[in-house]
Each structure stands twice: as C-alpha cells, then as structure tokens.
C-alpha cells in the first residue's frame, strides 16, 4: 500500500495551503520579514474589547448559539448591508471567517463533478475549497493582461459554450492576490452573464473598505448572487475568526441547506467572537477608514521602491492590501525558487504567483506592518528583486 492509499483522494490532490508552506520556509530565514501573509497591523477596537471582556463570565457566552449566528448582530449586519452596500433582499448567515463562508456556500451549492469558474490570479483557499469538496473541473479564466480584470468576453463564451453550464462563478473585489477593484460596470456585466446562463456568482468582499485613490467600493445582488464579507482585516480580527454569508433571502430552501452545512462544520460561530464583531460594529465604518488611510502610505512605500522594475511590472493594488509584481526574468528560475531566496538572502517573505495560478509573479502584502517597518521591509524587496535582476540567484 503506498503512503496515501489509505486517505481521501479529494484531501490528497488538494494543494497544501501556500501560508502553510510559507511559515515552514520561514522558519530557517533568520529574521525574515514577512510581506506575505494577508493581514493588518491594527487590533480590534479597544472600546469593543473593553466590552467583550466583562462578558466572560456571562453563562450564555459559553453555550451554543443559534447556528446562523446570535440574532443581535444578524439585524446589525442586515442594516449594515442596506446601508452600505446597496443589499436589500439578502439574507445573513454569521461563520468562522470568510474562507468557512465559502466552503459553505461551495458544499451547499456545488456536486461533486460539477465545473466551476475562477480567474487567475486566483485566491488559493477558494481554489483548495473547489479540490477538497470534489470539484475537479476548475475551469481558470484569464485577467486582462493590463489591469488584471476578469476577462468578461472570455468569460461569455465559457458560459454559453461549455455544456453542462459551469455551475459558480467566483470572484474577489478588491482582489487577493492582485488588489485589483473590478469596477460597477463591470461587476454588473458578470452578473448579467452569470443569471443568463443560469450560474451561482459568489463574489468575497473581504476588502469592502480597503479602497485608495477615492475609488468606492460596491455590491451586486440577485436570486444567483452570493456575497461574502469579513470582520478579520478590517477590524483587526483575524485570529476571532467571523465573517458572514449575505444569501438571497427569496431562493426557496437556500437558508436551510446552508443551515445543514454550518451545523456540520461549526455549529456556530465563537459567541464571544459574535459579541466583539457587534461591538465593533457599532463604532460604524469610520473606525475602519481611519485606519485603511494610513496603508496608503505603506503602498506608497513599496510601489516607490519597486519602481526600478520598469514599467508595468507592478499591477493592482487599486484596493485590499495587495501588489502583483512581475519576476525580472532571463535567469531560468522559479517563482518558489525567487521567493525561498528572497526569505533567505535579503530576510522578505513574500507569496509565489504559482499558488494563485499566475507564476512568474509575486503577492506583496503591505497591510500587516506599521509604516516605519513596511519601509525597511520594501528596502529589503528592492534590494533583492535589483540583484535578482541584475545578477539571477545569487548564492553565498
């Protein structure tokens, strides 16, 4: 019997998680500086914390709770959606972050066998969610090669040829791994196509409020529109795991074969982690905003250094906390090559292009570092990515 033959072959053939990769990598770089992982350097609201932390010996903290969330932050995130994004016949389901969010969605939605849509550069969790629930026809669309767009007209012609009619569409905005903001317009085309041919769109907006350059943020909604949202970047809660399903509340039994799966997988969400997401809810977007100004500054900082890569080697980062860089390349090495001897030559860990379906390239993550650190880590990318350039892998 060989070493897997015991184990599932969905769990197998499913890629490793790149963080996963990415922290063992790390662990031989001494003193490496990361601008890999997707994170922010801020904390959840003191005031929410202050709250949340007399609430510890409250009984029903550590009981169950209702499996699609407690019911005072579900009418918060039903206003919040009406309010800010423009969602007025969608539902609210409360999970463990976006990324159970959307295996939710992918095991309520999806039979194993059916063929799904994604672009590259894609978000590696929700292509490791299509693999591990027995989705083997990933069927990956390219970007616009200017501005990393999903390719709309190639996306057309997918849906009105292939047979059976992919059954989910699935996009970022802004995106991860490309920070690229797929605009109104264009959103809005995505959905047409996707309810003409009959297909789920389900859209993460993880980075609803990480926008620069006075662009806004918005949202689409229909009977075949699914949006996700999270609480972990932008109030600083990634470790307290909440994010939320937004369903449509008129598909007759979407609610409760979504209900069947939260109650497989969760239960429900943290209590306590419920309570500080309310908490920090109420101090409304603002709180947020004032933060995702100052990773203005920290763009700046890594486009500013990366500006010797010449011309259109960097794209994206219109939004979220990501840059997509080109690989100066002639020297015959791999994205994973560049990004172990990055780690360990010039300590900068960054995330290789190959998990996300585009390699040659590399995701910067400026969002988890104060400006001051986010300086000295862009001068260690600049140095590296220059000798790369000039030299190719240089070994000691």
């Not at 499996?67 to 423009?86: F, Q």
């Not at 662009?215 to 909440?242: D, P, Q, T």
């Not at 988890?368 to 000295?376: H, I, K, S, V």
């Amino acid at each position: 019997m060989g070493s897997y033959g015991n184990l599932a072959r969905r769990a197998v053939d499913t890629e490793m998680p790149i963080m996963v990769k990415m922290q063992k990598l790390l662990q031989g770089a001494k003193n490496a500086v990361s601008l890999a992982q997707g994170v922010v350097y801020w904390q959840p609201p003191k005031q929410a914390l202050d709250r949340v932390k007399e609430l510890v010996y409250e009984p029903s903290i550590s009981r169950y709770g209702s499996d699609e969330g407690i019911p005072e932050l579900r009418a918060a995130l039903v206003k919040k959606l009406r309010n800010e994004n423009n969602l007025h016949k969608s539902s609210v389901m409360v999970t463990a972050g976006a990324n159970q969010a959307f295996v939710n969605l992918v095991l309520t939605l999806c039979d194993a066998g059916d063929s799904v849509v994604m672009f590259a550069p894609y978000y590696f969790n929700s292509y490791m969610s299509f693999q591990m629930t027995g989705i083997t026809d990933i069927i990956v669309g390219p970007g616009n090669p200017e501005t990393l767009y999903p390719d709309v007209d190639w996306l057309e012609k997918v849906l009105s040829e292939t047979k059976p009619v992919p059954k989910l569409v699935s996009i970022v905005n802004p995106g991860n791994p490309s920070g690229t903001y797929i605009p109104e317009s264009l959103l809005k085309r995505i959905a047409n196509l996707c309810e003409k041919a009959g297909s789920w769109l389900v859209v993460d907006n993880t980075y609803e409020y990480f926008m620069f350059d006075d662009l806004k943020h918005s949202c689409v909604e229909g009977n075949h529109v699914v949006n996700i949202f999270s609480f972990s970047k932008a109030y600083g809660m990634m470790g307290w795991r909440i994010g939320y399903i937004a369903y449509p509340s008129e598909v007759e039994g979407l609610a409760s074969q979504l209900l069947k799966v939260q109650d497989n997988i969760p239960i429900c969400a943290s209590i306590i982690s419920q309570h500080l997401a309310l908490y920090s809810l109420e101090l409304g977007p603002e709180w947020v905003t004032e933060r995702v100004k100052t990773l203005a500054m920290n763009r700046h900082i890594v486009l500013e250094a990366l500006s010797s890569l010449g011309e259109g080697s960097i794209k994206g980062g219109e939004g979220a906390i990501y840059l997509w860089v080109k690989i100066p390349t002639g020297h015959g090495c791999d994205d994973f090559e560049v990004v172990h001897w990055l780690a360990n030559r010039h300590g900068i860990a960054v995330i290789p292009g190959s998990a996300c379906g585009a390699p040659g390239n590399l995701r910067i993550s400026f969002g988890g570092l104060t400006e001051n650190d986010c300086r000295a880590a862009a001068e260690r990318l600049k140095k590296g990515l220059d000798e790369l350039a000039a030299h190719g892998l240089v070994k000691d």
